[in-house]
């Protein structure tokens, strides 16, 4: 590593031995900058070798600089020297020889010259790293070979050899530049007086190269260059440097030129006028060189200038950079003239003179700032102005000039006074609006000035404004706003109050309040009485008007006594329940509306404070319950009883102490300690006591093990009331995982952080397996598996031989390392047996041997594998090498197949698939369907060996099943069913939830053993969304479908029961809130909206309290519109009231009488009305656009039918001749639109057998009429809707969606394709062949297969498609929507298909088009149909699939099997093959049937694969109305009932049912005689696509070509 610092930031170099180090897999270096401005750079050797050694150097560089560093490294190895280039010194310098040595470890390194051991002389160094160092290089004496010889072996030493030679740098003779005046000539010579020629002379003036035609003139020389100027000027001025340079060195020397200017005018001054107090400047500019000094000088007077003296630089004048003069203020002395003087020393001084006169402007002299009037009296105001006249004096009054001939209190006089003119401003009367700042302006023609005087105009005060802050039962406190004083200080306040009905001569008065008070109280009033209330305000001029009378009304009193027999009852760990009684009727003074219940923790360290709720009076006796309290503690309640007055007295505490609880925290200080293999000690210490949340009962240890392949062992605990437990019999040198709670009698706390802890080594348990095979005459190989219990890490493996008749009484004994794990053994002596075992060793020692095996050295070497087979697991997306190493002479030839139900499919290796040289096989990025069984066979000439080996591909966790249980106002439990673990244990999970119109989603982690989660602390009334997903060691699963919960609790509302308006008087209205319900969810706030009836604008009051408000500075005998909005977290409730103010003297208004009449009921005929026709509109036209939409599906079905048509006229090909190679001619475009279809005659759908039934069909009863271009059709239902209706009746944790449950387990055992995304199960109809053309789309699938990426879109694409396997798991992309003619020739067909979905009572709207193989339709095989509904999942519902693809020409001929959904009530045996979930419907529950027989999984998969290949048959189409003989009576079936491939074997005489998990017994047929006609009907009079026939392609076409069909995806 380098590191370097710089600005800009540095570039950082490496080099080896001098030389640049190269870039290739070996060397890599990478570079980065750090946040403190440190570039960091990186050289990385990867596998050093000896050329890799020697000295290192980083070179970091920038626009400024460089900086270096070296460091030598020795690899070891045979030290040699890298060849040395001849090296250039220069003269004077210091120089550096490095020896490149590499390799490592060498004796010395020494230099020789002219064969003398260096150092000779002081200036030579020589350092331990072998570097010379020459220091002052001469070029006689330090020139020549010099020699490095380096010593690698006591007697033996290597040498290399460089040449140095020496340069001498050029010397430059110093030279000066005479002083030089314009015009001058000038000559300067440059002379190199030493240096190695050729030397090279050059010029530069201020850096730039010298260009001819400037004046300049260069002449070089062999060492000499002069500098000639003809005629010198000012732009000569400069720096001028000689350069110098040889091979050695580039020298230069430097010196300036100045050229001499005599001082000169740029501007001359010239006479100007200055105006008095304004700025002025001076005008004077020179310049020369050296730059000239300018001097100011000042002669006073206006006369001829007698004397100039120089004149001062002070603040107030300055002299310009440009050589003016500043005169920041002009004043009346600056007059006079002035001089400006030029001098530089070159030539002679000169000067100029001009003369400044100075003008006075307009300035106001003399004016009153402020002054003061009193109301109604006459007042002078004066102004004195100076200046250069003539001079004009205006008067402005504000903004406003005043104009005495049109305001006729104003009048103005002005006369002079010397230099002085005086105006005057009389006003005639003083008023109230002259208290304003009045102007004065003076202008003449030099400027203008203002004086500005403020009036202040006094009189009486004006009467404040009085408002009522708060009335109670025997006071109430005032307010009162002051609005003008009269521009005197108020000096005090007078207030009056009497009874309403009393005259003022009756008044009582509160004198002489201060007047830095604003508000009062009035006390001793009397409770329930009617008071008018006034005041006045005074100042120095005198007494106000009386202020606008109020009347209010005193209100009840509080109650006087508390709430009666008080008692509490503990209901939970954190509620109390408290009952008491009103208080006795004569304290209550009132209604009581309410009470305050206070409750405080009593325990020690609580602080003492009372938390208070309030609760609505319901009778004399009331219960409440206190939520939210902490656990296990002792509480003390008080009640207080409320009225419209106030709160009454509490009653005495009372205690209670909550339920015990869990405890909240876990055991402390956790600790664990590997004692020996199998023993460890965990220890703790209590939590804390206020954790505890009861009596402490003990403590659980619970632990379980991680083994090396990411997997969990089972989960154990041990109970115990100690601190410290010793856990024994554990698994040897074994992760674990330790986890300590504590408990109560209420049940288990929180678990600590889980502790790791490893058990320590012992010795190995034996060889899992261990083989021997001859491998020569003479050798033998033997092979093993590792420990199945290693124990600790295998340090190596010890291989034992012994010959029984040899007489050797020990055996020979041969180690391999621990990667190794087969041995040869040779030298044996042929025919002789041996007997071989191995045992495997830890640092503990040696371990348990392997079972022995006999061997005997043979001439022949038959083909053996020495791999072993078995079960490997693995996670997906993950490489995957199963090895089959094999011996034999000659050698083996290895062979991979893969079993695939009845048949073994060779492994073809391409771009996932890999077989090595040594014969593993390499998967890459392994998938869920790479699972299954492998076999190795190697054979050679004398024998064949095998293996098989079982891959189990791990994926992520299914989705899992999410249910809510319970919920409240502030939490929603949950509980779930997992789904399948994915071949790896659950490790925990992710539950997200969010507030419904949010996305901001939270994350909860549960532990893997929670099967329910209390979700707490959320918003009362709320819509919540909530998710689940598990996660296992490859990854997180699917998430669940998302599901919506509420919490408890509605927006507020409020009570027609209570009182809204306590009390009204003219000016205020005090509004009962308590009539507001919570709906279970406390009010946040309370918007109260008024305004007087007829108005527009509504004056707003927000409130958070729940009890009273007074609504202030109304308008007396008013009627008032009031609306009020009551929040709280789920909504927001309104009520809308309407209220009139009362007279003046306390009586009432009547109300508003209407003065339209019949026109309000038009308005509410029109409010009504119009909502209603504008839904009718909008369903209109609703129905208009989807009714257009249709009819333009329609047509675009027929258009597809008639281009069909005419291409298919064109086209004229032989349909039964194959199709070779891409198609031909041109690909066109075309659009099919989306369809949906929705089943409408539900008494169709019928379940045979499991998932399968079968029907022959023999040559005769083939229809000849079939259209040849027909194609299959099927239709695929989803099944969740079953699944959620009936709950989970089995174990959900090990099946997928879209597999049998009832043959989940031999799916296992056969190690099918997992997978989980299919939901769906195909019914399939397929007809006569067409030719090779494959449709093949989908709206989506998992990911990309083949390179090729799928997308939704409206239309579909056509592929050729030659082999079955990749056409079913390739996906054409459907945004193109290209298609060859017979391609075209198929929408035909689906129009045909559109017209039969009509008759069979279907309605065609909106689907997703899509193709998909026929082989996982057709076969009837569980992993096929998964496979083939892959794109559906049970949260997508509403998706429609439709697939076409027909078997090729080539497999027309073959043997064809018909797949028929007849509607039938499900026998005994169908019963038995039913899934799980469906056998749980009580359609399909016969009372007193027999048990299912039991067949093994294995063997009923065999006999199904028995029962699939019958002889060749043609296909049999079943004409809907007819039913066919020999199937169960039909009986109805929901919609939802699952529908699997119904594939028809044709097996003469018999329908035997199929099925991949269990066996059903055969149902005879009659003959074919009695089966009447061939066209016969299926189903009643309400047919349905599932009754119309369909025919399949039999399992014996997925050994050819492939099938394929067309069908329906209904949801």
């Known amino acids: 590593m380098c590191a370097a610092k710089g600005a800009p930031p540095p570039t950082v170099t490496w080099a080896l031995d001098d030389e640049p180090i190269p870039r290739d897999s070996g060397h890599r270096t990478n570079q980065y900058t750090m946040s403190d401005g440190t570039t960091v750079s990186h050289m990385n050797v990867t596998s050093p070798q000896i050329k890799d050694g020697g000295v290192y150097r980083c070179t970091a560089r920038n626009s400024v600089g460089s900086a270096e560093y070296q460091a030598r490294i020795n690899v070891r190895g045979p030290p040699s020297i890298r060849a040395m ?423 009582q008065s509160t004198r002489n309040i201060s007047p830095t008070i604003n508000q009062a109280n009035i006390v001793d009033l009397h409770p329930a009485s009617v008071y008018s209330i006034r005041m006045y305000s005074f100042n120095k001029i005198g007494r106000s008007e009386p202020s606008k009378e109020l009347t209010i009304s005193t209100e009840e009193a509080a109650p006087d006594g508390p709430p009666m027999d008080v008692t509490l009852q503990p209901m939970t760990s954190q509620s109390i329940q408290v009952t008491w009684k009103a208080p006795k009727k004569e304290l209550q003074n009132g209604v009581i509306r309410g009470y305050q219940i206070g409750y405080r923790e009593n325990s020690p360290g609580s602080n003492g404070q009372y938390s208070i709720v309030e609760m609505k009076a319901t009778g004399d006796s009331e219960v409440y319950t206190l939520d939210n309290l902490k656990k296990f503690a002792q509480y003390g309640v008080v009640v207080q009883a409320f009225n419209r007055a106030g ?404 927006e507020p509302s409020f009570s027609k029961d209570q009182h809204l308006f306590t009390h009204i008087n003219s000016t205020h209205a005090r509004l009962n809130l308590q009539g507001w319900s919570s709906g279970g969810c406390p009010i946040t706030a309370i918007v109260l909206e008024y305004r007087p009836k007829g108005n527009w604008g509504w004056q707003s009051l927000r409130t958070n309290s729940s009890s009273e408000v007074f609504l202030t500075e109304l308008r007396e005998a008013t009627w008032y519109e009031l609306r009020m909005k009551a929040c709280n977290s789920a909504g927001c409730g309104n009520e809308s009231a309407q209220f009139a103010t009362l007279d003046y003297d306390g009586s009432t208004i009547p109300p508003i009488k209407s003065a339209q009449g019949e026109g309000d009921d038009v308005k509410k005929l029109f409010t009504i009305a119009c909502p209603v026709i504008l839904a009718t509109l909008g369903v209109a036209l609703l129905f208009i656009i989807r009714k257009k939409r249709k009819e333009k599906r329609l047509k675009r079905l027929r258009d597809a039918k008639s281009l069909a048509e005419m291409l298919i006229s064109k086209n004229n090909r032989s349909f039964d001749t194959p199709v070779k190679g891409p198609p031909q001619g041109p690909r066109l475009h075309i659009d099919i639109p989306r369809v949906q279809l929705l089943i409408e005659d539900k008494e169709g759908i019928k379940q045979l057998g499991d998932d399968k039934a079968t029907i022959p069909v023999t040559d005769t009863e083939f229809s000849q009429a079939v259209n040849p271009q027909s194609f299959c059709t099927g239709v695929s239902l989803h099944h969740p809707a079953l699944i959620q209706n009936t709950g989970p009746l089995i174990d959900m944790s090990d099946i997928r969606p879209g597999t049998n449950p009832v043959s989940r387990k031999s799916v296992k055992s056969a190690h099918s394709t997992r997978n989980r995304y299919s939901s769906q199960w195909t019914l399939t109809k397929c007809q006569a062949s067409t030719p090779a053309r494959t449709l093949t789309s989908d709206w989506r699938t998992v990911g990309s297969q083949h390179g090729i990426t799928v997308t939704e879109s409206d239309s579909y694409s056509a592929s050729l498609s030659q082999d079955t396997d990749k056409g079913r798991n390739s996906m054409v992309s459907t945004e193109s929507a290209s298609s060859t003619y017979e391609e075209l020739a198929r929408a035909y067909e689906h129009a045909k298909l559109e017209e039969q979905l009509q008759h069979a009572k279907f309605e065609i709207t909106e689907c997703f088009i899509s193709d998909s193989s026929s082989d996982q339709m057709t076969t009837g095989t569980t992993d096929n149909a998964d496979s083939m509904t892959s794109m559906s999942t049970p949260s997508e519902p509403g998706i429609c699939r439709f697939t076409a693809s027909p078997p090729k020409p080539q497999d027309s001929e073959r043997g064809k099997s018909v797949a028929v959904p007849i509607p039938h009530r499900a026998s005994k045996s169908d019963y038995c093959n039913l899934p799980l979930y469906a056998k749980s419907e009580a359609f399909f529950r016969k009372p007193g049937s027999e048990p299912c027989p039991v067949v093994p999984p294995r063997e009923a998969s065999i006999r199904g694969l028995a029962r699939a290949y019958p002889a060749p048959a043609r296909h049999l189409t079943l004409e809907p109305g007819a039913k066919p003989l020999g199937l169960p009576p039909p009986a109805p079936a929901a919609t939802t009932l699952p529908q699997r491939t119904l594939p028809m074997p044709s097996t003469t005489g018999a329908t035997a049912p199929s099925t991949s998990a269990a066996p059903a017994p055969a149902t005879t047929e009659p003959p074919a005689a009695e089966r009447g006609p061939t066209h016969s009907k299926v189903g009643g009079s309400r047919d349905s696509l599932l009754e119309m026939s369909t025919s399949g392609v039999g399992r014996s076409q997925k050994q050819g070509a492939g099938a394929y069909s067309k069908s329906y995806t209904l949801v």
């Open 85 to 507: 280039k001849n090296i250039t010194a220069v003269a004077g310098r210091d120089t550096f020889i490095n020896c490149r040595v590499i390799g490592y470890p060498y004796y010395s390194i020494k230099w020789y010259k002219d064969s003398l051991l260096l150092p000779d002389n002081h200036r030579q160094v020589v350092f331990e790293n072998g570097t010379l160092k020459l220091m002052d290089v001469q070029k006689g004496m330090d020139e020549g070979e010099y020699l490095c010889s380096v010593l690698i072996q006591p007697q033996l030493s290597i040498s290399q050899s460089v040449h140095v030679t020496v340069k001498v740098p050029p010397l430059i003779q110093p030279f000066e530049f005479p002083p030089a005046s314009i015009g001058q000539l000038l000559y300067i010579p440059c002379v190199v007086s030493s240096g190695d020629m050729p030397i090279h002379i050059t010029w530069r003036k201020d850096g730039h190269v010298i260009l001819s035609g400037s004046g300049v003139t260069i002449e070089s020389k062999e060492f000499m260059s002069s500098l000639q100027i003809s005629s010198v000027s000012l732009k000569h001025n400069g720096n001028y440097t000689c350069i110098a340079s040889n091979d050695a060195a580039t020298v230069s020397r430097e010196r300036q030129l100045i050229v001499r200017v005599p001082p000169r005018f740029v501007v001359q001054p010239n006479n100007q006028d200055g105006i008095y107090g304004k700025a002025g400047v001076l005008n004077c500019s020179v310049d020369g060189y050296p730059p000239p000094k300018v001097m100011w000088k000042h002669a006073k007077g206006s006369g001829n200038p007698q004397q100039y003296h120089p004149i001062p630089l002070t603040g107030r004048i300055q002299i310009l950079p440009n050589s003016s003069l500043l005169i920041r203020h002009v004043l009346e002395e600056d007059i006079g003239y002035y001089l400006c003087q030029a001098s530089n020393g070159v030539g002679t001084d000169i000067s100029k003179s001009m003369f400044l006169t100075v003008k006075i402007p307009a300035m106001i002299t003399s004016h009153p700032n402020t002054t003061i009037a009193i109301k109604g009296q006459t007042k002078e105001l004066n102004c004195t102005a100076r200046g250069e006249r003539p001079i004009i004096i205006r008067w402005e009054k504000g903004d406003t000039v005043i104009d005495p001939d049109r305001n006729m209190r104003y009048a103005i006089t002005t006369k002079d006074n010397g230099d002085e003119v005086i105006s005057t401003l009389k006003l005639k009367p003083a008023d109230r609006g002259d208290s304003v700042f009045f102007s004065c302006h003076a202008i003449n023609s030099y400027g203008e000035d203002r004086g500005l005087i403020q009036l202040t105009v006094q009189e009486p005060p004006d009467p404040p404004e009085l408002e009522i802050r708060e009335v109670k039962a025997r006071s109430m406190n005032l307010r009162w706003t002051q609005r003008f004083d009269g521009n005197s200080i108020i000096t005090g306040f007078d207030i009056e109050y009497k009874n309403k009905s009393d005259s003022w001569e009756f008044k």
């Open 647 to 1050: 709160t009454g007295p509490s009653s005495s505490e009372i205690n209670a102490t909550t339920l015990e609880d869990v405890p909240s925290q876990p055991p402390e200080n956790v600790r664990a300690i590997s004692i020996t293999s199998d023993v460890a000690v965990i220890s703790w210490s209590e939590p804390p006591r206020s954790t505890l949340n009861g009596v402490l009962k003990g403590y659980r240890v619970i632990f379980w093990s991680l083994y090396m392949d990411g997997e969990w062992g089972e989960m154990q605990n041990i109970t115990t009331t100690r601190e410290r437990v010793e856990l024994r019999g554990m698994e040897k040198f074994t992760n674990y995982s330790v986890q300590v709670l504590a408990y109560t009698q209420a049940g288990d706390g929180v678990r600590s952080s889980v502790l790791y802890i490893q058990t320590k080594e012992d010795i190995p348990g034996p060889p899992a397996g261990i083989k021997a095979v001859p491998s020569s005459a003479s050798s033998v190989v033997v092979s093993w598996l590792p420990p199945a219990k290693p124990n600790g890490i295998i340090r190596k493996y010890t291989i034992f031989c012994s010959s029984p008749g040899s007489g050797q009484p020990a055996p020979s004994e041969y180690e391999t390392s621990p990667d190794q794990l087969f041995y040869r053994i040779a030298h044996l002596n042929r025919g002789q047996q041996y007997m071989l075992w191995v045992a495997a060793v830890t640092s503990a020692g040696r371990g348990n041997i392997s079972e022995k095996v006999t061997i005997e050295p043979a001439g022949k070497a038959p083909a053996k594998i020495i791999s072993f087979g078995g079960t490997v697991t693995t996670p997906w997306m993950k490489d995957v090498r199963l090895p089959c190493n094999s011996v034999g002479e000659p050698v083996p030839a290895i062979k991979w197949t893969k079993d695939s139900e009845d048949s073994a499919i060779p492994v073809t290796v391409d771009g996932h698939r890999l077989i090595q040289t040594n014969g593993t096989l390499v998967l890459r990025s392994v998938k869920a369907e790479d699972s299954g069984y492998y076999t190795c066979t190697a054979t050679n000439t004398w024998g064949f060996d095998t293996i098989i080996i079982n891959l189990l591909v791990q994926v992520p966790p299914d989705q899992p099943r999410l249910t809510v249980s319970k919920t409240s106002a502030s939490s929603i439990t949950l509980a779930w069913i997992p789904g399948d673990n994915g071949g790896s244990s659950i490790r925990g999970f992710v539950l997200q939830y969010s507030v419904d119109n949010s996305e901001e989603w939270k994350d909860v982690f549960i532990s893997s053993s929670e099967r329910s989660f209390k979700l707490e602390s959320l918003k009362c009334g709320t819509w919540y969304k909530v998710k689940l997903a598990a996660k296992n060691s490859v990854g997180a699963g699917r998430i669940s479908e998302i599901i919506e919960a509420k919490t408890h609790g509605r």
